[in-house]
């Protein structure tokens, strides 16, 4: 490669890492460790919530979800769509007739308002990261 080609692709090379610094730093960061979690009642015995990004009550939203050793839900389902990983306890969870035990790290989504019953198997708190993809509301089944 001669001289000129070289340069060529060096000016080329410096104008795509322009390009990529131009864009860079345009983004939003949302970083909460586990010890800054701040853990509120939500309003039923043992299910407690930590939000930590958006607004649950207005839109979409990503926040941790508690159930306390032992507890289970009434059948019910939610408006928004949402997509949740467990992260701690045995959560056993049935929809459309079946019933799924899902160990840390399982994921499930529940869409168009998908009936189901949540219960936290064992001794364990069961804790779930959800990301709702509307406000966040809870509409019993009857």
């Given at each position: 490669?001669?001289?000129?080609?070289?340069?060529?692709?060096?000016?080329?090379?410096?104008?795509?890492?322009?390009?990529?610094?131009?864009?860079?730093?345009?983004?939003?960061?949302?970083?909460?460790?586990?010890a800054d979690l701040?853990?509120?009642?939500?309003?039923?015995?043992?299910?407690?919530?930590?939000?930590?990004?958006?607004?649950?009550?207005?839109g979409?939203?990503?926040?941790?979800?508690?159930?306390?050793?032992?507890?289970?839900?009434?059948?019910?389902?939610?408006?928004?769509?949402?997509?949740?990983t467990?992260v701690?306890g045995?959560?056993?969870?049935?929809?459309?007739?079946?019933?799924?035990?899902?160990?840390?790290?399982?994921?499930?989504a529940f869409?168009?308002?998908?009936?189901?019953v949540?219960?936290?198997?064992?001794?364990?708190d069961?804790?779930?990261?959800?990301?709702?993809?509307?406000?966040?509301?809870v509409?019993?089944?009857?």
């Open positions: 490669m001669n001289r000129l080609h070289l340069f060529v692709v060096a000016v080329l090379a410096l104008g795509a890492g322009a390009v990529v610094a131009v864009q860079a730093g345009t983004g939003k960061a949302v970083v909460v460790s586990k701040q853990w509120k009642d939500a309003g039923i015995p043992k299910v407690s919530i930590s939000p930590v990004d958006g607004d649950m009550a207005k979409p939203s990503h926040f941790y979800l508690k159930y306390g050793a032992g507890f289970e839900t009434p059948k019910h389902h939610h408006t928004a769509d949402h997509y949740v467990t701690s045995t959560l056993v969870l049935t929809a459309n007739g079946k019933e799924t035990r899902l160990a840390p790290g399982s994921y499930f869409t168009d308002q998908a009936v189901h949540a219960r936290c198997d064992g001794s364990e069961c804790v779930m990261f959800v990301d709702a993809r509307g406000p966040w509301d509409v019993p089944e009857k």
